[in-house]
Each structure stands twice: as C-alpha cells, then as structure tokens.
C-alpha cells in the first residue's frame, strides 16, 4: 500500500501475484510485461506508457491511466471497474472477459480496440469517437455516450436498445 515510483523504466519482465494497492506509479514505461494475477486497485499510472503489455486475470478496480499512452496492451479477465483512461492514447488494445463498469474515457484517441465479452454497463465515453469499435459481444447496458460519438460504432439487435435514450425515445414492453 502507498508506493510511489516515478520515472522507471520497466522492460521484458513477468509479474505474478503482485499486490500494489492505493499508489503512485506514474509517468513509468513498461515495455514487455506480463502482469498475471496481480492486483493494482486505486493505483494511479498517470503519464505512462504501457507497450506489448498483458494484463491476465487482474484487479485493476479504480486505477487511472490518465494521460497515459497504451499500445499492444491486453487485458483478459481483468476487474478494470471505476477505471479513469481520461485522455489516454489507446491504439490496439483488446479487452476480453474483463470487466469495465463505471470506467471512464473523456477525450481519447482511439484506434483498433477490440471489446470481446466485456462488461462495460455504465461506462462513460465522453467526447470520444467510438467509429468502428465493436460492442457487439459485450454489454453496453447504462452506457453514457453522445450521439455524435456512438455514430459508426457496431452493435447487436438487442443492444439498440440501450441506445434508445439518445434519440429521446422510451419503450415500452408490456
């Protein structure tokens, strides 16, 4: 609980069951990194920059990656809820089996991210264009978003109708 480390520069290591929990690891570069089992709630990794990273079956609840630039970044089976990526670049990024409720994005540039079986109920996508991003698989129940940013984002049947509320309109099922 409560580290802080600034500055370092992380590469080609494999992480397993490490618990850094209510810290500060910001404007660090991990490059190369395994992260399995591990455990980084209410950990903050502001301006840093996560390269050819995985995140398996970890607890990243409440973290902020603001500012942060992430690229070839997995997270599978991972508990990302309450998770600030405000203002973070994200390129080629999958999210599969994980769960992103209440997690935030304001003002990011996304490209090539993928969301496979995700929970993203509640999330908030605020002034970020979510054009060609697949929700199709996932959960998108509560999803806070605009109509200019959901444009040419790609959804299923039975999704549409969590978008409803965008044009005003309310169904009715009797």
Known sequence: DNIEIYDVK???????????????????????????????SNTSFENSSFIKCQFNNCKIAGSSFIESRLYNVSFEDVNSNYANFSLASIEN????????????????????????????????????SLKDIDFSSSTIEGIVVSPQDIKGAIIN???????????GVKVKFD
Do not use: G, P
């Not at 049947?157 to 044009?167: A, G, K, R, T």
């Open 93 to 128: 990024i999958l999210f599969k089996k994980s769960i992103l409720r209440n997690s935030y994005f304001l003002e990011n540039k996304l490209k090539n991210i993928l969301f496979e079986n995700t929970d993203l109920t509640q999330a908030q996508f605020i002034k970020t």
């Open 10 to 40: 992380f590469e080609t290591l494999k992480m397993f069951n490490v618990e850094i929990t209510n810290s500060k690891l910001e404007k660090n570069t991990f490059t190369d990194i395994t992260f399995e089992n591990c455990n980084f």
């Open 157 to 167: 049947q039975f999704q549409s109708v969590d978008l409803l509320y965008l044009l």
